[in-house]
């Protein structure tokens, strides 16, 4: 028994410590996404959820507590969100190696997501209008937007968990450990995106990183080893660092940086128009059903 004690625990570990290497990136990302939410406002709860409020008094102290954050409470909320996706993930995981279409969908999201930031971004003028354009999302919004990027990046976390060890136990116990630092270290990286803006933007570049590099790895373009795409997530936030103390360089760079947003707008726009071609029958079913 103590042998296979001993085995659970170094497997959980191994576990644990491949699920943050894979993951590393995401707490920035998830960080830059829930930026824009207020400290100091409370959730803004749905109508219907009104008459339960009174029920709320019976929860523990701390839970009470996240309905006066919206920003906390989006990240805590996404504990379980990503705790829960994960675990499901785990349980398809056969069914996603098999249709590798659920990979071409998160890393196509993955690229909307990025270019439709940081098209607003560079095209519209500067970061507080994109963040005011973000802060139009909403609470429950960015909590969606979240949880699908977690999911996203899990596709694959999932898969190398499962080639590590088969042990439901110990994928379990790792997973939740692995979300729960992660959720700790985005906490963190609210607070170092607050002192250095310039990384709010570096992460929706991560995120454009990302999904490219899913494609161009599932079309076999493309093979990055672990080391290099680490390498090469790295690099983007060091080299934005570098760019936010070498003010010298601002004004030469602003010209390829709007250049660069008007591609992105060009890339939102094809996305736009190929969702809104692949929806219209789906659309139109429902206007029909609606009686319109």
């Known amino acids: 028994m103590e042998f296979e004690v001993g085995q659970l625990i170094s497997v959980i570990i191994a ?20 930026r824009h939410l207020p400290k100091d406002e409370p959730i803004p ?12 008094r019976f929860l523990p102290g701390p839970i009470r507590r996240l309905n006066d954050s919206q920003q906390n409470a989006a990240l805590q909320v996404g504990i379980a969100g990503a705790i829960l996706g994960r675990l499901g993930l785990l349980l398809i995981t056969g069914i996603v190696i098999q249709y590798p279409l659920f990979k071409i969908l998160g890393a196509a999201y993955l690229i909307q997501l990025g270019a439709r930031h940081l098209g607003k971004q560079y095209v519209e003028g500067d970061a507080g209008e994109a963040e005011h354009q973000a802060a139009g999302w909403g609470f429950w919004r960015t909590v969606v937007a979240v949880e699908t990027v977690d999911v996203v990046f899990s596709l694959d976390n999932v898969v190398a968990l499962v080639a590590l060890t088969t042990d439901m136990v110990a994928l379990t116990v790792g997973i939740l450990l692995a979300v729960v630092l992660m959720r700790v270290a985005a906490m963190f990286c609210v607070r170092v995106i607050k002192k250095h803006p310039v990384l709010e933007p570096a992460a929706y570049i991560l995120v454009l990183y990302l999904g490219t590099q899913i494609l161009l790895e599932h079309y076999k373009v493309l093979h990055l080893e672990e080391m290099g795409k680490a390498g090469a997530l790295l690099g983007i936030v060091v080299l934005a660092l570098l760019y936010e ?19 992105m ?16 029958p789906f659309r139109a079913a429902w206007k029909v059903a609606r009686g319109r």
């Open 15 to 34: 576990t644990l410590i491949l699920d943050l290497m894979l993951d590393g990136d995401n707490a920035l990302i998830i960080a830059a996404m829930v």
């Open 45 to 56: 709860w749905p109508p219907w959820i009104y008459p339960l409020k009174p029920l709320t």
């Open 245 to 263: 103390k070498a003010t010298f360089l601002h004004p030469v760079c602003r010209p390829v940086f709007r250049a660069f947003g008007f591609v």
């Open 265 to 280: 707008r060009v890339i939102i726009a094809v996305l736009d128009g190929v969702v809104r071609v692949a929806s219209w």
